[in-house]
Nanobody, 119 residues
Framework: QVQLVESGGRLVQAGGSLRLSCAAS????????MGWFRQAPGKEREFVAA????????YYSDSVKGRFTISRDNAKNTVYLQMNNLKPEDTAVYSC????????????WGQGTQVTVSS
């Protein structure tokens, strides 16, 4: 089992920056693809970014490409999401998730952290 705990969410003005952290415990995540997802009120959960288990490959949704950066520190068992030039439409609960190698679905999810961007 992998437990994931997100932190770093808060209220920020449009144009500002935040860095979210996702700390894992219970098992090393060095062999997991890690992803960030978000869900705004009244909307479906959507993919934001993902990073391969080596950190060598990253993926981003079109809505955040060029503004957000996902990274990982396997020694700290932690994944990060650097968010720059935040927009009001980025307001959502951000959750991280872990996908074991060989699987197509994310098996482990955190509770999420609230990011609110004011205009």
């Amino acid at each position: 089992q992998v437990q994931l705990v997100e932190s770093g969410g808060r209220l920020v003005q449009a144009g500002g920056s935040l860095r979210l952290s996702c700390a894992a415990s219970g098992r090393t995540i060095s062999s997991y693809t890690m992803g960030w997802f978000r869900q705004a009120p009244g909307k479906e959960r959507e993919f934001v970014a993902a990073i391969s288990w080596t950190g060598g490959v990253t993926y981003y949704s079109d809505s955040v490409k060029g503004r957000f950066t996902i990274s990982r520190d396997n020694a700290k068992n932690t994944v990060y999401l650097q968010m720059n030039n935040l927009k009001p439409e980025d307001t959502a609960v951000y959750s991280c998730a872990a996908r074991p190698r060989g699987r197509t679905q994310y098996d482990y999810w955190g509770q999420g952290t609230q990011v609110t961007v004011s205009s």
